[in-house]
């Protein structure tokens, strides 16, 4: 479940397993749920008097899904993200557009505040079903080492019943 701080080496790269295609519910409900009231967002009549002539995915959606579809390659057994340091989005986010996320290893290092834990740089990329690059950002985290990682999974004490 998840990579430890052994795990990780400068230059790696790891690639999402599955893409996700952005549906016009999720932009809608997210975009409604954040409380943003840029219409580019909800309104097609408005969206269409822009240069795009439809609505845009809600940017923070495409962040979100991005860095979720980077997360079992990277940060699964993450204790915290620690920082972003940049967030570019170099081409747009329609409804129908499927996402995979990309992510380098930048750098590796040992934590001083907590010795069981080392932190994590990396840098990700979303890409289009075009391979187009839609969102790139860069963030830290700080992950357990091997031996301080712990088991979530519930004890069971019971027997099978069947």
């Known amino acids: 479940m998840g990579r430890s701080y052994e795990d990780f080496e400068v230059g790696a790269t790891y690639r999402s397993r599955i893409g996700r295609t952005v549906l016009d519910a999720d932009n809608v409900w997210f975009t409604a749920l954040t409380m943003n009231t840029n219409e580019i967002h909800f309104n097609a009549e408005a969206a269409a008097r822009t240069e795009w002539g439809r609505p845009l995915v809600n940017s923070c959606l495409t962040l979100a899904l991005v860095l979720g579809l980077s997360v079992a ?16 989005l170099p081409n747009p986010v329609f409804a129908g557009d499927t996402l995979w996320a990309e992510t380098e290893v930048l ?29 790139e950002f860069s963030r830290s985290f700080m992950v ?3 031996e301080a990682a712990v088991d979530a999974f519930p004890a069971a004490d019971a027997e099978w019943t069947i």
């Open 144 to 146: 357990p080492k091997r």
């Open 73 to 88: 390659d990277t940060s699964e057994r993450s204790a915290v993200n620690l920082g972003w340091e940049r967030v570019v």
């Open 107 to 135: 750098a590796v290092r040992e934590s001083r505040s907590r010795p069981e834990h080392g932190i994590v740089s990396v840098r990700t990329r979303g890409l289009n079903q075009r391979g187009e690059p839609v969102i």
